[in-house]
C-alpha cells in the first residue's frame, strides 16, 4: 500500500512564526503536491514537484515556498504565518509517465494561526 | 471560472435510494476524469475513474459527456456507508488534478 505521511494531524502557530510542514511517501513516486482545502473552495494546488530539486507554483503559492531534496520528502514553508493561512493543508504524491495521475495523499494537518 | 464545478449539495436520502449528481468542467482539452470520496476528516481517495464509454463499479456508475463537458456519478441502493463528499477531479497533463469542491451525500437510515 502506498503510504504518505504527514508530520502533524494539529498545528497551533502564532502570527508571523515561520511554519514547517512535512511529507513523506514511501513508494518511489516521482511527483509530490501541496494543497491546501477550504470549506466551499475545495482542494487548491499551492506547488508541486516533478523530481528531486524541481518545484512548480501551483494556483495559489503566494506567502508559500517548498523543498525537496530527497525523491521521498517534500517540504511546505510559511514564511511568516498569518491569519488567513489558517486552513487544513494536504500532501499528495503520484507517478509520472504511466498515463495514470492517480494522487496519493497523506492524512492531512489542520493549521491554526492565531 | 472554475475549472470544475459541483453542486455542493447535500443530497440526503434514505437508504436503499438512488442519488446521482454532475460536474461541469471548463477546459475542453482535459484528458481523464475521476471520482474520489472523502470522508469527514479524513483524506480524499480515488473512487473510480471515468471513461468515455461510461463505466460500473458496483453499485457506482460515471458517465462522461465530452461534448457538453460535464460528468456524472449514480448511487444505487445507497448505504449509511456511502456517507461522504464526492470529489469530481479532472486532469489536463501528466502531473496536475484539477478538483471540484465536491458535492455531500448523507443517507439516513
Known amino acids: 500500500d502506498v503510504k504518505v505521511t504527514q508530520s502533524s494531524r494539529y498545528l497551533v502557530k502564532r502570527t508571523g512564526e515561520k511554519v514547517f510542514l512535512e511529507c513523506v511517501q514511501d513508494m518511489d513516486h516521482e511527483n509530490m503536491f501541496w494543497y491546501r482545502q477550504d470549506p466551499g473552495l475545495g482542494l487548491r494546488l499551492i506547488y508541486f514537484?516533478?523530481?528531486?530539486?524541481?518545484?512548480e507554483k501551483g494556483d495559489i503559492p503566494e506567502g508559500y515556498s517548498v523543498s525537496r531534496e530527497k525523491k521521498e520528502r517534500f517540504s511546505l514553508i510559511l514564511e511568516s504565518a498569518s491569519t488567513n493561512q489558517t486552513s487544513m493543508y494536504l500532501c499528495?504524491?503520484?507517478?509520472?509517465?504511466?498515463?495514470?495521475?492517480?494522487?496519493?495523499f497523506g492524512p492531512g494537518t489542520r493549521l491554526t494561526v492565531t | 471560472r472554475k475549472e470544475v464545478e459541483q453542486d455542493p449539495g447535500p443530497f440526503n436520502v434514505p437508504e436503499g435510494a438512488t442519488v446521482a449528481f454532475n460536474c461541469t468542467y471548463s477546459?475542453?482539452?482535459?484528458?481523464?476524469f475521476f471520482w474520489y470520496r472523502q470522508d469527514c476528516r479524513k483524506e480524499p481517495k480515488l473512487l473510480m475513474s471515468?471513461?468515455?464509454s461510461g463505466n460500473e463499479d458496483g453499485r457506482f456508475t460515471a458517465q462522461l459527456n465530452r461534448a457538453s463537458q460535464y460528468i456524472s456519478l449514480l448511487i444505487r441502493d445507497s448505504k449509511l456507508s456511502d456517507s461522504a463528499t464526492y470529489l469530481c477531479v479532472v486532469n489536463f497533463n501528466d502531473y496536475k488534478l484539477s478538483f471540484g469542491a465536491g458535492t455531500t451525500v448523507t443517507v439516513r437510515a
Open positions: 471515468v471513461y468515455s
Open positions: 477546459n475542453s482539452a482535459s484528458q481523464s
Open positions: 514537484s516533478y523530481d528531486v530539486k524541481m518545484k
Open positions: 499528495a504524491s503520484s507517478l509520472t509517465g504511466t498515463g495514470n495521475p492517480e494522487q496519493y
